[in-house]
């Protein structure tokens, strides 16, 4: 095609070259964005630990692992005592405070490959990989001894192992938050 002006074909290059430059950082941002977002999604805000979903995934995981290969683990439910005497006496910020003390003491304890997820309020799982009932059990202990150290406060803890795969995360859940009381 023949052009009046010469720098027609030189302009519709640019522009073009300009569309796809604006449209690949869009993409970028955008994938960026939703990488960031997928993360936020499985944290809780206050703490940093894993929320429920992330929780939710990982036990699923080790459930999984339990029917194929035979793995046992251990989930702890760790419920801090007397929470709402701490919030009304010294208020949310003392509260929210220790939750960050308790999350921060528990990654401490706990092994790399054990997760521990903020269940809500000041409620907590904790997922022991390829831990038995002794291992449960020292585990519980150490816990309870850490925050001791580190708060004025003390903490309930159920212990459930699973030698046999329970039929979903809510039964194990349940099974535990029951073993606390």
């Given at each position: 095609?023949?052009?009046?002006?010469?720098?027609?074909?030189?302009?519709?290059?640019g522009?073009?070259?300009?569309?796809?430059?604006?449209?690949?950082?869009?993409?970028?941002?955008?994938?960026?964005?939703?990488?960031?977002?997928a993360?936020?999604?499985?944290?809780d805000?206050?703490?940093?630990?894993?929320?429920?979903?992330?929780?939710?995934?990982?036990?699923?995981?080790?459930?999984?692992?339990?029917?194929?290969?035979?793995?046992?683990?251990?989930?702890?439910?760790?419920?801090?005592?007397?929470?709402?005497?701490?919030?009304?006496?010294?208020?949310?910020?003392a509260?929210?405070?220790?939750?960050?003390?308790?999350?921060?003491?528990?990654?401490?304890v706990?092994r790399t490959?054990?997760?521990?997820?903020?269940?809500?309020?000041?409620?907590?799982?904790?997922l022991l990989?390829?831990?038995?009932?002794?291992?449960?059990?020292?585990?519980?202990?150490?816990?309870?001894?850490?925050?001791?150290?580190?708060l004025t406060?003390?903490?309930?803890?159920?212990?459930?192992?699973?030698?046999?795969?329970?039929?979903?995360?809510?039964?194990?859940?349940?099974?535990?938050?029951?073993?606390?009381?």
């Amino acid at each position: 095609v023949a052009y009046e002006n010469p720098f027609i074909p030189a302009w519709n290059t640019g522009v073009l070259l300009m569309a796809f430059l604006i449209v690949t950082v869009l993409l970028h941002v955008l994938h960026t964005t939703l990488e960031r977002e997928a993360i936020n999604a499985r944290i809780d805000p206050l703490t940093g630990a894993p929320n429920t979903r992330a929780f939710y995934e990982a036990a699923g995981i080790q459930i999984s692992l339990l029917k194929r290969y035979n793995r046992p683990f251990s989930i702890l439910y760790l419920d801090i005592d007397n929470f709402k005497e701490l919030n009304d006496t010294r208020g949310h910020s003392a509260g929210d405070s220790a939750l960050r003390v308790v999350t921060q003491t528990l990654k401490q304890v706990l092994r790399t490959g054990d997760t521990v997820a903020r269940l809500g309020g000041d409620e907590f799982a904790i997922l022991l990989t390829e831990a038995d009932a002794r291992a449960a059990e020292i585990v519980s202990t150490r816990i309870q001894s850490a925050i001791r150290s580190k708060l004025t406060l003390t903490c309930s803890i159920g212990a459930l192992t699973c030698v046999a795969p329970p039929a979903s995360v809510d039964e194990l859940i349940r099974k535990a938050d029951h073993l606390m009381y």
